[in-house]
């Protein structure tokens, strides 16, 4: 459940996408391969009625390692921190860590 801001989920089968906002849900079934993105910064809860673990694959459905999968998330937002106009506060927040990257 999106808490606050909004995030873009699409799922593989049937092709279907959606916008969520504040109170917004998606329901899907175990290893239903899908992509959420937050359109602006959000939180969200993530609830499961069973073990909850995360399965990266590449554009044709194969699985891939973690590793693998967020080396090119990481770099893209790197870069796109690096050439982003500095605030008015003398720069921004940029921080990295096992889970991710975060920009603000």
């Known amino acids: 459940m999106i808490v606050t801001g909004s995030a873009k989920i699409e799922m593989k089968d049937p092709g279907k996408t959606a916008i969520l906002g504040p109170g917004g849900f998606a329901m899907m079934?175990?290893?239903?391969?899908?992509?959420f993105t937050c359109n602006s910064?959000?939180?969200?809860?993530?609830s499961s009625d069973t073990t909850f673990d995360i399965h990266y694959v590449d554009a044709?459905?194969?699985?891939?390692?973690?590793?693998?999968?967020l080396k090119?998330?990481?770099a893209a937002l790197v870069a796109s921190a690096l050439h982003r106009q500095p605030s008015r506060t003398g720069g921004h927040l940029v921080?990295?860590?096992s889970n991710g990257?975060?920009?603000q």
């Open 72 to 74: 090119k998330k990481v």
């Open 95 to 97: 921080s990295l860590s």
């Open 41 to 46: 910064a959000c939180s969200a809860f993530v």
């Open 101 to 103: 990257l975060f920009c």
């Open 60 to 69: 044709s459905g194969a699985e891939i390692p973690p590793d693998a999968a």
């Open 29 to 35: 079934p175990i290893k239903h391969v899908h992509q």
